[in-house]
C-alpha cells in the first residue's frame, strides 16, 4: 500500500442474508463526509438526507431509489466515477474474509441476479477485518472482540456509537420493513465512520505489508 492511498471505507445494509436478499443501503466515506445510496422498496419517503443530517454532525449526502437495481446502478456510476484512481483504496470490514466475508460476496451475487456488470474495476481492495485481528490486541476479559462495534469500541472510543440507532445490525432488517430508512441510514453511516476510523488506526500502526491488497477486476469483464 502507498503512503498517497486515499482509504474509502464502504458498508452495506441488506434485508438478510439469504441469497435472494436484497441490498437497501450502500455507504461509502469521503473525505468531506458520507455517499450513502438508500433504496425504499417502491416506497415514497421523502426528505431522507435532511432527517438523516438533523441527526448526525458528519456531513451525509443521499440519494434515494426505488428498488436495488437502480440503487446498484448508481453505486456503479459512483464507483466508475469516484474510485477509478490509482490513489484510492477501497476498504471493508470482513468485507470477504473470515466465513467468507459478507459485503463484498453479497454485492457479486446481487449484481449478477440484477443482471448488472460488476463495477469494482481495477481498484484495488484491502480487508481491515485480518489486519485488526492479528496486529492489534482487542481482548476484552480475555476474550477477542472481534467484531466490528467492539474493535472499534477497543481501538477508537464510542463517537460514532452515539450515532447508531440499533444495538445490533440485525435490528436495521426490521427498521427497513418498517419503512425507517433514517434510521436504517443512520446505522450504514455509523458503520462506514466506524470502518474508516479503524482503517486510520491500522494505517497509522501497521506497515504496508499488513495490508493485503487485491484487484476486485474480474477475470472476464467489458
Not at 21 to 45: H, I, K, N
Not at 80 to 100: C, P, S
Not at 111 to 135: H, Q
Request: charged share 25%; glycine share 6%.
Amino acid at each position: 500500500m502507498s503512503d498517497a492511498l486515499e482509504q474509502v471505507a464502504f458498508d452495506i445494509e441488506t434485508t438478510g442474508f439469504d441469497v435472494d436478499d436484497v441490498v437497501t443501503v450502500v455507504g461509502f466515506s469521503l473525505p468531506l463526509g458520507v455517499r450513502v445510496f438508500c433504496q425504499t422498496a417502491e416506497r415514497t419517503r421523502d426528505g431522507l438526507e435532511e432527517d438523516v443530517q438533523d441527526r448526525v454532525e458528519e456531513h451525509v449526502i443521499v440519494s434515494v431509489h426505488d428498488s436495488e437495481a437502480p440503487l446498484l446502478e448508481a453505486v456503479a456510476e459512483f464507483v466508475q466515477m469516484r474510485l477509478y484512481d490509482d490513489n484510492v483504496l477501497l476498504v471493508a470490514y470482513n468485507g470477504e474474509t473470515w466465513n467468507g466475508g459478507f459485503d463484498v460476496p453479497f454485492l457479486r451475487t446481487r449484481f449478477a441476479a440484477n443482471g448488472l456488470d460488476w463495477p469494482f474495476l481495477d481498484v484495488p481492495y484491502a480487508d481491515l477485518f485480518p489486519v485488526i485481528r492479528k496486529l492489534f490486541n482487542t481482548t476484552v476479559d480475555g476474550e477477542s472482540q472481534s467484531s466490528l462495534t467492539a474493535a472499534y469500541d477497543v481501538l477508537c472510543g464510542d463517537e460514532f456509537g452515539e450515532i447508531d440507532p440499533f444495538d445490533d445490525s440485525k435490528e436495521a432488517v426490521v427498521a427497513f420493513n418498517e419503512g425507517r430508512f433514517v434510521d436504517v441510514i443512520q446505522h450504514n453511516v455509523s458503520d462506514v465512520l466506524r470502518t474508516a476510523a479503524l482503517g486510520s488506526v491500522a494505517e497509522r500502526y501497521c506497515s504496508k505489508s499488513d495490508f493485503q491488497v487485491k484487484s476486485l477486476t474480474p477475470t472476464s469483464h467489458g
